[in-house]
């Protein structure tokens, strides 16, 4: 498969309207057979009466987490061609609390009342006609509200980027906690009177479900990481904030010591041309030419430790960086003012800069010499 | 939309149909403890034909396995209220059009040499959405036109609450971009952070005032 529909541009087309009618056939039928084709049934679980909804939910959720997860270690989904799902704070935190009351209210949400429309339920069709009516309503106050609408968005952002995790150990904690939600939804039901009783020995059953599950999120672990899945979705505020606030640059001094420790989670990267690397080259640094990144990046870089860039300036290198900002990179920074500053800085006597008392400048003049010696000496 | 045109007689059927809340086995049996004096309905489906619900967790891996597929193949997952919305405009267009031409949200879906408002991926989808539970609805002989309610509530009173709630459900879903499949489902099985933000609050809403509407339900 060359792409998604969504990547291809062709939503808005006969295969798109196909595919999408499908999919609608598949989603109606499994939300009915789940037996939302019922408003008590879907209202039950404010009452704690019924926890279908939150198992139904909950199971789709991790299924498609950890299944999606997998189709992109197999290189089979590209996490870029998924549309992605801004965060709005504003709009998001009261659209849901407006959305909870209303489904509390009329007993259904949009997908659920088209099933209960196909169960015959009049109250499906007028939860419609005011689902109809209330976007009506939102088109009218729009200008009003835009605000609020359009308030705190902060970008396609995951969980995990939240949480400034890896994904993995989250999907797996996800997986963690969907089976104890599992758990307690049977306890709940079991002390209710009138919710629905498992089949006597469906415990079994769950039990090997939920092993199933743990052991396909736990695979997730030994898979290869063929795309970042915090791609897209890295927020160029974010990263812009970071500029602004100069976390992005690493001092010529700063990296020189760096280096010269031996630092165990340093990657130095050098993204001048092969010819300009082989001329010359801070000590223990690879060339990984600017056109050759975004395959070198997912084969040789890690996404801990330390990662600098640096070019003769800081054009290149800054371009560099916001290429792996961008892939979800978050352990990288540029060399302030390039090779030229490294070499002002660290390479050339400190006579030549203004020095303190005698002492210190002794000092520096040792390190400077000491950072001569290394640097300027080919490496064996 | 041909469904509207039911909407005034069923009411009174409908009253008469639904004096026993029919749901769920265990559902009609504690009803049927709790009020003796519940009348016989002559035309209902006996219970041995109604199938029972699928599992829980088989029809969330069902669903699961769709909203995957929905992503592999759309690359958009799941959505409903979208293409009601797209609905709404096309009606309030019908009654408005130069007003809904000019407005700021729904305007952009009229431009002219653009695609009709109803060529949209998730009208399809919600049509397949109805397709498909009734054909489901069908083969478990689950098909039963009623007013779903509680005991304490009037046939004439529920409607009233799921006009209201539909009216409130529709504004919100446009305000948080997406629906319970849409934005909450769909967003918050890729753990996107602003659709997990919306299942959260979604929840709390809906136990923040559940005591307030319990006769609706219980």
Redesign the interface.
């Known amino acids: 498969m060359n792409g998604t529909l969504y990547a291809l541009d062709l939503l808005q087309s006969g295969a798109g309207f196909m595919v999408a009618g499908l999919i609608g056939i598949l989603f109606g039928f499994f939300l009915e057979q789940a037996g939302f084709g019922s408003s008590r049934r879907l209202t039950g679980v404010f009452y704690l009466k019924d926890m279908t909804v939150l198992k139904v939910m909950l199971t789709a959720v991790v299924v498609t987490l950890v299944g999606y997860h997998y189709l992109v270690a197999l290189g089979w989904l590209s996490p870029d061609q998924v549309y992605p799902l801004d965060t709005y704070w504003l709009s998001q935190i009261i659209g849901g609390l407006i959305f909870g009351v209303g489904f509390v209210m009329g007993g259904w949400c949009p997908g659920t009342a088209f099933v209960g429309l196909a169960n015959a339920k009049l109250d499906a069709l007028v939860f419609l006609i005011g689902v109809v009516i209330g976007s009506i309503l939102f088109n009218e106050v729009f200008g009003l509200i835009r605000p609020l609408y359009e308030g705190m968005h902060k970008g396609p952002l995951f969980l995990y980027d939240n949480l400034n995790f890896p994904p993995k150990p989250v999907i797996l904690a996800a997986c963690l906690i969907a089976v104890a939600v599992f758990i307690i939804c049977a306890l709940i039901e079991k002390t209710v009177p009138g919710a629905p009783k498992a089949q006597p020995r469906a415990w079994k059953h769950h039990t090997v479900a939920a092993a199933v599950l743990i052991l396909f999120a736990g695979g997730l672990f030994v898979m290869p990481q063929r795309a970042p899945v915090s791609a897209k979705p890295v927020p160029r505020a974010g990263y812009l904030a970071q500029i602004d606030e100069a976390q992005d640059h690493l001092d010529p001094l700063d990296l020189a010591d760096l280096i010269m420790k031996g630092d165990p989670g340093l990657i130095v990267v050098d993204v001048r041309s092969p010819e300009d690397y082989q001329k010359f080259h801070l000590r223990h640094a690879v060339n990984i030419p600017l056109t050759d990144l975004s395959q070198a990046a997912e084969k040789d870089l890690p996404r801990s430790g330390l990662i600098v860039f640096y070019s003769n300036g800081t054009t290149h290198a800054a371009q560099a960086w916001l290429e792996m900002q961008h892939w979800g990179w978050r352990n990288v920074k540029v060399l302030t003012d390039g090779l030229l500053g490294f070499w002002r800085e660290c390479l050339t006597p400190p006579s030549l800069s203004p020095a303190g008392d005698e002492q210190t400048a002794k000092e520096a003049l040792a390190a400077y010499q000491a950072r001569r010696d290394f640097f300027m000496t080919s490496e064996k | 939309m041909e ?2 045109t ?2 005034d007689e ?2 009174e059927d ?1 009253k008469a149909l639904i004096e026993g ?1 029919s ?2 086995e ?2 009609q049996t ?1 009803i049927a403890e709790k009020e003796e004096t519940e009348p016989e309905i002559p035309f209902k489906p006996s219970k041995e034909m109604r199938l029972p ?26 959505g ?2 979208g293409g ?2 797209r ?3 096309w ?2 267009h019908a009654v408005l059009p130069g007003h ?1 031409e000019g ?4 305007g952009k879906w009229f431009q002219a040499g653009g ?1 009709h408002v109803l ?4 009208v ?14 069908l083969g ?1 002989r ?9 005991p304490g509530i009037s046939a004439k009173g ?2 009233w ?21 849409g ?28 005591y307030f ?2 006769r ?3």
Do not use: D, H
């Open positions: 469904e509207k039911t909407t069923p009411m409908a809340p749901e769920g265990e559902v504690e619900n699928w599992s829980p967790y088989f029809a969330g891996f069902g669903l699961g396995v769709t909203l995957l597929l929905a992503y592999w193949f759309l690359g958009t997952g799941l409903a209220s009601v919305a609905f709404s405009a009606v309030w809904v407005s700021a949200y729904f695609p060529q949209y991926y998730l399809f989808m919600i049509i397949g959405v109805f397709v498909g539970g009734l054909l489901s609805a478990s689950r098909i039963q036109p009623m007013i779903e309610r509680g529920r409607l609450f799921a006009l209201g709630g539909g009216v409130l459900v529709g504004f919100a879903g446009r305000l948080a971009r997406g629906c319970t499949s934005q909450g489902l769909t967003g918050g099985a890729l753990l996107f952070t602003g659709s997990l933000v919306f299942l959260a609050c979604m929840f709390i809403g809906g136990y923040a005032v559940a509407v319990r609706e339900w219980l």
